[in-house]
């Protein structure tokens, strides 16, 4: 079975730059999750959707980040214009089913804002 | 919303000796709780869960330990190999259809041979 997939694995910006990272989940997992991790830190969730639905972008700066699902598969997580700040590695999880079944995560976009 | 503080953020320990991790949590309706492993350079991946129910888990060299009067979740490990150098995060979320789950801001553990 095919583990989460994230691309780009690596990604260097200048301030101001926009970025899209994008994720494809476990087949059947309906739950997506999208983590910001600077470095040395826990992850510092972003975003989660249940299907194509957003469920809590309570955390997302939604002034330059935004993120979607269309089909409730893949996803894409876009910043509009990037921030020394956000340098971090971001990460995508997914999960079936309810909040007790295990998170599974990709490699990860490592993220560097000049 | 939740809050989960863990505790040390570094802890170094010789290979054979015991460590401990301690993660502390606000939501008195958190119900499940899970240790994840981070490798250098890895992902993060699964080590142990534990739910609310069940307040002990053990497997790996590792027991996970929950009192939930205190709201403390424990990770032990009781004979440390280098295999085991890693960080580590706890991870809680709650039981009322709300699948966010919330991070402890990890615990780098090296061990020395």
């Known amino acids: 079975e095919a583990g989460v997939t994230q691309s780009p694995r690596y990604a260097v910006l200048q301030e101001g730059q926009a970025v899209s990272f994008w994720c494809d989940p476990i087949s059947g997992h309906d739950t997506l999750y999208w983590y910001q991790q600077p470095r040395d830190q826990g992850p510092q969730l972003l975003v989660y959707f249940r299907d194509e639905a957003v469920i809590d972008n309570s955390q997302l700066p939604s002034d330059r980040f935004s993120a979607v699902r269309p089909k409730g598969t893949n996803s894409t997580l876009k910043i509009q214009s990037a921030k020394q700040g956000d340098t971090a590695t971001y990460l995508c999880?997914?999960?079936?089913?309810?909040?007790?079944?295990?998170?599974?995560f990709g490699a990860g976009t490592r993220l560097s804002v000049l | 919303g939740e809050q989960v503080e863990q505790r040390p953020p570094h802890l170094s320990v010789r290979e054979g000796d015991s460590a401990v991790i301690t993660c502390t949590y606000t939501?008195?309706?958190?119900?499940?709780f899970f240790w994840y492993k981070q490798e250098p350079g890895a992902s993060l991946q699964l080590l142990m869960k534990v739910f609310s129910s069940t307040e002990i888990n053990e497997g790996q060299g590792f027991t996970v330990l929950l009192n939930k009067k205190d709201k403390r979740l424990s990770l032990n490990l009781t004979a440390a190999h280098p295999g085991d150098s890693a960080a580590y995060f706890c991870?809680?979320?709650?039981?009322?259809?709300?699948?966010?789950?919330?991070f402890g801001a990890g615990t780098k553990l090296t061990i020395k041979p």
């Open positions: 999880a997914s999960s079936f089913g309810g909040a007790q079944n295990t998170l599974y």
């Open positions: 991870a809680v979320s709650a039981n009322y259809g709300n699948e966010k789950i919330t």
């Open positions: 939501d008195p309706n958190s119900y499940y």
